[in-house]
């Protein structure tokens, strides 16, 4: 099995199957795109399906509290950190707009069908250019700002549209963001920018990796690692 595949599935969409050396046991996430399945290596797809169809009625269950409900003129977004609404216009394209108040509005068409799937893909995509717009004015500056305040040099900041993983930073000191930080509280915000900022002194996750982030976070790094694990984004 190579180290990422996909599967489309009648009842979650897409399982996504992550290779990992260390696994010993197979572990499924529900997540709101689908299942995230974890496997060790020589594991076959088979098996893989077996564990999902023994416990796909629980799956279900948890899904169905997760899974992105369809976007309509009620949708709101109303995160700590950014603000989101529809409302229709007289434009014949999704329009993304900045209010003066701080709140992003996309502005539909009147008639927007949204019982559409390919309309559903439009106007996601709208909210997607929205949290990107914020986070480009709002995450370099906090990097900026706590890397000031602990004396730590990076290269520069990349805001992405990953959905599996917060941050990152290269061996060249180079820290990408998911734009979707902008859902998530403020102190877990600040949490990712300082993990990653930790990395520029400490590649791996090693001792002295968890010792820097301590001191950092008042000595709660882990239990900041743990809430961020349970958080699930509304969008």
Same mark, same amino acid.
């Given at each position: ?66 899974? +992105? ?56 995509? +709208? ?43 290269? +061996? ?64």
């Amino acid at each position: 099995m190579s180290a990422k595949r996909y599967i489309e599935d009648k009842d979650f969409g897409r399982i996504t199957l992550a290779l990992r050396r260390r696994m010993r046991n197979i572990t499924v996430r529900v997540k709101p795109e689908g299942l995230q399945v974890t496997v060790p290596p020589y594991t076959k797809i088979e098996r893989v399906l077996q564990v999902i169809s023994q416990h796909r009625e629980d799956l279900l269950e948890q899904y169905s509290r997760v899974a +992105a409900k369809p976007v309509d003129f009620d949708f709101r977004i109303e995160a700590e950190c950014f603000r989101l609404s529809l409302e229709p216009s007289r434009l014949k394209c999704f329009t993304v707009r900045q209010t003066d108040s701080g709140e992003m509005k996309i502005y539909c068409p009147h008639d927007t069908d949204f019982s559409l799937k390919e309309v559903q893909k439009l106007v996601r995509g +709208a909210i997607l250019r929205a949290l990107k717009k914020s986070a480009a004015e709002i995450l370099p500056p906090l990097v900026s700002e706590w890397a000031g305040r602990y004396g730590l040099a990076y290269r520069k900041v990349r805001i992405t549209g990953a959905r599996s993983r917060w941050g990152s930073c290269t +061996a060249a000191k180079t820290i990408s963001l998911s734009c979707y930080l902008m859902l998530v509280p403020s102190h877990l915000m600040d949490y990712v920018i300082l993990h990653e900022l930790a990395h520029t002194k400490e590649m791996n996750h090693g001792p002295r990796f968890w010792e820097l982030l301590d001191a950092m976070t008042a000595g709660h790094a882990h239990q900041l690692r743990n809430e961020l694990r349970g958080f699930h984004t509304s969008f």
